[in-house]
């Protein structure tokens, strides 16, 4: 009884610390993030103010990103699309084409580690759209990473915006290497099956993919994080 008693008040104060640490995180998210990021919805609703997006929007973080993938990030943040949110905005004419003019873009702050915890354990809570995600969309298995190539380049042109490895595909969209460390794959499918329905401004064209290829996709992203390293 007295080691059920315990466990019990440890569990107690395992609960509380959780609690303190997500108030914790929306503090930060608030005082810290906001100017940034749109922690409450809903997505633009006109190019201009997709144009003037800063940041992802955070209000459904929780139903798009891993946890354990924004901990490590939050404490070494490195910049997921390389020419920012909007690439118009960034580019400059180069030698051989569009180039990334940097001086436009700004560095994300890093977060010791116990802030980044906390920012996350308050993220994680913000499951907007909930109606996009079906648990259990992805069934997990295994593609080449020269048929998932094909399907990325050859049949979807999806390169064009898209890096796969460091410095290798397009510029506009956010790099596809660490996606699957970074993004849950019942999200992937939800929003490979519909962009606009989570961002109906957003440039990412819908293919109308068959269920076959939303499973190929992230088959290809999953073999792309554990060849390819960012």
Same mark, same amino acid.
């Given at each position: 009884?007295?080691?059920?008693?315990?466990?019990?008040?440890?569990?107690?104060?395992?609960?509380?610390?959780?609690?303190?640490?997500?108030?914790?995180?929306?503090?930060?998210?608030?005082?810290?993030?906001?100017?940034?990021?749109?922690?409450?919805? &809903?997505?633009?609703?006109?190019?201009?103010?997709?144009?003037?997006?800063?940041?992802?929007?955070?209000?459904?973080?929780?139903?798009?990103?891993?946890?354990?993938?924004?901990?490590?990030?939050?404490?070494?943040?490195?910049?997921?699309?390389?020419?920012?949110?909007?690439?118009?905005?960034?580019?400059?004419?180069?030698?051989?084409?569009?180039?990334?003019?940097?001086?436009?873009?700004?560095?994300?702050?890093?977060?010791?580690?116990?802030?980044?915890?906390?920012?996350?354990?308050?993220?994680?809570?913000?499951?907007?759209?909930?109606?996009?995600?079906?648990?259990?969309?992805?069934? &997990?298995?295994?593609?080449?990473?020269?048929?998932?190539?094909?399907?990325?380049?050859?049949?979807?042109?999806?390169?064009?915006?898209?890096?796969?490895?460091p410095g290798y595909g397009g510029l506009s969209g956010p790099e596809v290497y660490t996606a699957a460390a970074r993004l849950q794959e019942d999200y992937i499918v939800s929003y490979l099956r519909d962009p606009q329905a989570w961002d109906p401004k957003i440039f990412m064209p819908n293919r109308h993919l068959s269920d076959s290829d939303l499973q190929k996709f992230v088959h290809y992203f999953r073999a792309l994080g554990q060849e390819?390293?960012?």
């Amino acid at each position: 009884m007295i080691r059920i008693k315990r466990a019990f008040a440890i569990a107690l104060l395992s609960l509380s610390a959780s609690a303190s640490w997500a108030a914790d995180g929306e503090a930060m998210l608030s005082s810290q993030c906001a100017s940034c990021h749109n922690l409450t919805g &809903p997505a633009p609703a006109t190019l201009q103010a997709l144009r003037e997006r800063k940041g992802p929007d955070l209000f459904y973080a929780g139903n798009k990103y891993k946890a354990q993938w924004m901990v490590q990030w939050l404490q070494k943040p490195q910049r997921i699309r390389p020419a920012g949110m909007f690439y118009v905005n960034h580019v400059k004419d180069g030698a051989e084409g569009d180039a990334i003019d940097d001086g436009g873009l700004t560095a994300h702050p890093a977060l010791a580690a116990a802030a980044a915890q906390a920012v996350t354990d308050a993220l994680m809570q913000r499951k907007a759209r909930d109606d996009l995600i079906r648990a259990g969309a992805y069934t &997990p298995g295994t593609l080449s990473k020269s048929m998932g190539e094909m399907l990325f380049d050859k049949f979807r042109g999806c390169l064009a915006c898209h890096e796969i490895e460091p410095g290798y595909g397009g510029l506009s969209g956010p790099e596809v290497y660490t996606a699957a460390a970074r993004l849950q794959e019942d999200y992937i499918v939800s929003y490979l099956r519909d962009p606009q329905a989570w961002d109906p401004k957003i440039f990412m064209p819908n293919r109308h993919l068959s269920d076959s290829d939303l499973q190929k996709f992230v088959h290809y992203f999953r073999a792309l994080g554990q060849e390819v390293k960012p």
